[in-house]
């Protein structure tokens, strides 16, 4: 059974950005479609870096959506999850239970979360912090 750390309860009220993406989101005709417009807007406007979580250990804990929203650039992949997290789920074309957080490791020694989300019967891979690598849509960090 995987530890669901780094997991935070959704707020009700989120940074005013956010609701902006979000009205968006419920827009989309599809589950795909909001996915793939969540996942756009947070690779474009967050990156993630190699040894970052060692840097800014205790940025793993944030859970200030305003403060993640409108301060960070650089996310751990916790954090990034968080956020795709509370879009989908405010979307409401996702429920939690269909987004599922995974660990593997990268370079055999770093832990790494990311995110399988069931998308109308099939899983999908999500990593946020691997777009920043190159890893596309789909594909997640571990090796």
């Known amino acids: 059974m995987m530890l669901n750390i780094f997991i935070y309860k959704i707020p009700k009220k ?16 599809s589950k795909d479609k909001c996915l793939h417009l969540a996942y756009d807007v947070l690779t474009k406007r ?13 940025e793993l804990l944030v859970t200030d959506l305003d403060l ?19 879009l989908l789920i405010r979307s409401g074309k996702f429920k939690d239970k269909e987004i599922k957080s995974r660990w593997t490791l990268i370079w055999g020694i770093s832990v790494h979360q990311y995110l399988k989300i069931n998308v109308d019967g099939r899983t999908v891979n999500v990593d946020l912090w691997g777009a920043s690598e190159g890893l596309p849509l789909g594909r997640y960090a571990g090796f």
Do not use: D, H, Q
């Not at 989120?14 to 005709?29: F, I, S």
């Not at 650039?73 to 916790?78: H, W």
């Open 46 to 58: 967050f990156t993630g870096k190699k040894f970052y979580f060692l840097r800014k250990p205790l």
């Open 68 to 86: 993640i929203w409108n301060k960070k650039k650089i996310l751990n992949c916790t954090v990034a999850n968080y956020l795709m997290r509370a």
């Open 14 to 29: 989120l940074p005013a950005g956010m609701e902006a993406v979000v009205a968006r989101l419920k827009r989309t005709k």
